[in-house]
């Protein structure tokens, strides 16, 4: 494989820093127990590591020139398989995943993160634990929370009117993305990891994190209507609630403004300065 050229319309781009392999590896706490979905493997380094220690590894690859050196390089594995394909176009249902043990370790190409993480944690089977090696900006975007002058929760909305304007302009607060991956998992940072780490050398620094899903099961109905809501309130994340909130849930103003103080939200407030519990709070009082 010395004389394979990484493809830039696949992003490839292949760790090399044993450091940052191993961290990896301790960050998904894998057990024989485990099922373990690669994607993006590259060469098989971090393949082969996750094959000593997990009960499964299945490997899905898009770049055909890689496939027959990785079906090569574990042919005397017999826990590992090697899938080819578009994880996107994949119906990750077919592999029979043991829900109390199936993980997903990916060291995905940066242009399909949303799309990867949306499929992910809505549509594929429940997973167990997610390590993920994702651009460094996507990573502090999914770890967003309200900022600290978050709008005084009281039902005098008068009285926390200007703490909400103030907090709309001292930070960015929480974003489509955030909301959409905290709702379905915890999100912390591993470690940041140097464009270095990598050859060919990316353009962007990366992080690697841990997704551990809530310990309730999402009903996909109250997910459809809470994105349905938030991605309204967020296209105007700079207007106020009042302003963008009665059309996304077919109220009238005063409705809405009624609504949010008896939910203790300052109706002057901006989407980004609201919680995961907030949003949750008005679905309760909507459904």
């Known amino acids: 494989m010395e004389s394979y ?5 696949l992003g490839q781009n292949f760790l090399i820093n044993s450091g940052v392999l191993h961290k990896i590896l301790s960050s998904a706490e894998i057990s024989k127990d485990d099922v373990i979905l690669e994607v993006g493997p590259g060469k098989g380094t971090l393949t082969e590591e996750l094959a000593k220690k997990a009960g499964r590894v299945i490997v899905v690859e898009k770049d055909r020139r890689l496939i027959d050196f990785l079906k090569e390089k574990f042919i005397d594995y017999k ?15 077919n592999f029979n995943f043991h829900i109390s043990s199936y993980k997903v370790v990916a060291n995905i190409p940066y242009y399909i993160t949303s799309h990867f993480l949306r499929m992910m944690l809505e549509d594929w089977p429940r997973l167990s634990l997610a390590v993920l090696m994702v651009q460094k900006e996507v990573a502090q975007r999914m770890m967003a929370k309200p900022p600290e002058m978050n709008p005084v929760r009281s039902k005098t909305p008068g009285a926390s009117a200007g703490h909400a304007r103030r907090a709309g302009r001292t930070s960015s607060g929480m974003n489509l993305l955030a909301l959409s991956v905290q ?13 270095g780490s990598f050859r060919p050398m990316p353009k962007v620094e990366s992080a ?9 099961a999402r009903n996909p109905k109250e997910a459809e209507m809470l994105f349905g809501i ?47 519990e907030d949003w949750l709070n008005l679905l309760k009082e909507l459904q």
């Open 208 to 216: 690697v994190i841990r997704l551990n899903p809530k310990s309730e």
């Open 183 to 195: 709702y379905y998992a915890d999100v912390e940072k591993v470690m940041d990891v140097s464009r």
């Open 230 to 276: 938030a991605k309204k309130c967020f296209a105007g994340k700079r207007k106020q609630l009042i302003t963008t909130l009665p059309a996304a849930i077919e109220k009238s103003g005063e409705e809405t403004r009624a609504l949010l103080i008896k939910l203790n939200v300052d109706p002057m407030a901006r989407p980004e300065t609201l919680r995961l």
């Open 5 to 9: 050229v990484p493809k830039k319309s």
């Open 79 to 93: 826990n590992v398989e090697i899938i080819e394909g578009d994880v996107l176009m994949l119906d990750i249902s």
